[in-house]
């Protein structure tokens, strides 16, 4: 009860009208919705269910892009003592991949242990000597249901570790959208520059976020990984530690990452902003964003408009028309591939990592979400998504009922085919 009085002492209105923003196809700015003095536990309460264990004590710093995010991990993987762990969907034998291959290859050579598992579907493209040549120079690395176990059936290849985790020593770790690829690597550096966050952590959720990469690698090879007494003196390390002020939960239950974003989406008091690379939602979703936009929250998209999977695309339009009507305002990214899997709710609620808004995600892929309740933190976010959108182009209603016959048709045949896209 107190936090809805709390909540509801700081109401703000919005607007219906069309301000000049909207008019230029930008997103306005808004004031804060909770008093700086509300504190950080009962925000988290607030937006965040109950059933989550809230990590308190967390720094955390906002990458974009490799631009930002492949420095920081190379400096964290060059500067391990003791061992590093990196779980990622697509490890790729190009420049990118050497060069991180080279820095892990360079710290299991000085002692640390490194330990990697990819996901051998995401990296069937890489060359098999370039595993070996690794494996050689003492770096544990291993791939994720390789195609060898297709005997076991189907649905067992179907669930792939979509995860992205970089841990080290216990004391820094990554996650986000980025894999180890040229994919994310800057165009003037021979990449494709793919747009995508990445969220670095110090503090205790590190090691929640090593949990989850020991518990796949334990499922996946049943190893012991360490001793037991080795790993409580590292979790009661780690729980000790206070690097900062974000309170932040890891989810790894997928369930449990999509009840997350409509539990904050439900409380929305002034704006929810979607940045999604592949955005196939169930109904559940397309009425928590109907709702909030209807009553008279700002809900905005960040989608693609020419994605990796072009047919995802084409997917994702046969949604426009009854997100449009409800007033959801849809930006489409066009300078290049979208991949982040982020969203901010009232400049407060944030997540950030692998959980795309589509069914593979939902029912088959491991993934890993950080989920914060953190004003600082969320209006870096949110001031990231407002200018990603300021150039893109902005989905207009009436000029979308114009599009072509053809494409209404392959829309509709993709979409009585979503649950399995």
């Known amino acids: 009860m107190r936090e809805q009085e709390v909540g509801s002492s700081t109401d703000v209105q919005v607007e219906t009208g069309e301000s000049p923003e909207q008019a230029t196809g930008c997103l306005p700015a808004h004031a804060p919705v909770w008093s700086p003095q509300v504190s950080p536990r009962l925000l988290a309460r607030y937006y965040l269910p109950r059933s989550h264990s809230v990590l308190r004590g967390n720094g955390c710093q ?42 892990l290859a360079e710290a299991a ?22 595993f070996e040549g690794l494996r050689a120079r003492g770096v544990d690395i291993r791939p994720f249901k390789p195609f ?18 970089l841990a080290v020593d216990g004391e820094v770790a990554f996650i986000g959208g980025v894999n180890i690829s040229a994919h994310w690597a800057p165009e003037g550096e021979g990449g494709a520059c793919w747009r995508d966050d990445v969220l670095r952590v110090e503090g205790p959720a590190v090691h929640e976020l090593e949990r989850r990469f020991v518990a796949t690698w334990r499922m996946a090879f049943q190893d012991r990984f360490r001793s037991w007494r080795e ?31 409509l539990h904050a989406i439900s409380r929305a008091k002034r704006s929810v902003l979607v940045a999604a690379a592949y955005f196939i939602p169930d109904r559940r979703m397309v009425a928590a964003l109907r709702e909030a936009a209807q009553r ?37 990214w066009e300078r290049c591939v979208l991949h982040a899997k982020t969203a901010v709710v ?53 000029q979308f009922r114009r599009r072509p016959l053809w494409q209404k048709l392959l829309e509709r045949v993709l979409y009585a085919f979503r649950k399995v896209l």
């Open 62 to 103: 906002l990458l974009r892009d490799g631009v930002e995010a492949y420095p920081a991990m190379l400096s964290a993987i060059r500067g391990a003592r003791r061992y590093i762990h990196l779980e990622t969907y697509m490890f790729i034998s190009d420049a990118v991949g050497e060069l991180f291959g080279e820095a």
């Open 109 to 130: 050579e000085r002692g640390v242990h490194v330990k990697v598992l990819y996901d051998a579907l995401g990296s069937w493209t890489s060359r098999r000597d370039f």
């Open 148 to 165: 060898s176990s297709f005997g076991r059936g189907l649905r067992h290849l179907l669930r792939r570790d979509h995860r992205k985790i």
């Open 231 to 261: 790993a409580h003196r590292i979790r009661r390390q780690a729980r000790s530690q206070k690097k900062g002020e974000v309170s932040l939960a890891v989810l790894s239950s997928r369930r449990s990452i999509h009840g997350a974003y």
């Open 296 to 332: 008279g929250v700002e809900v905005s998209l960040l989608l693609n408009s020419k994605g990796d999977h072009p047919w995802l695309v084409h997917a994702t339009r046969a949604f426009y028309e009854k997100l449009l009507t409800a007033g959801v305002r849809i930006f489409e």
């Open 346 to 398: 009232d400049g407060v609620w944030g997540t950030i990592g692998s959980f795309n808004l589509e069914r593979l995600s939902l029912l088959f892929n491991h993934e890993v979400n950080a989920v914060f309740a953190d004003p600082r933190l969320g209006r870096l976010l949110e001031e990231s998504f407002r200018g990603d959108c300021q150039s893109c182009r902005e989905v207009d209603l009436a």
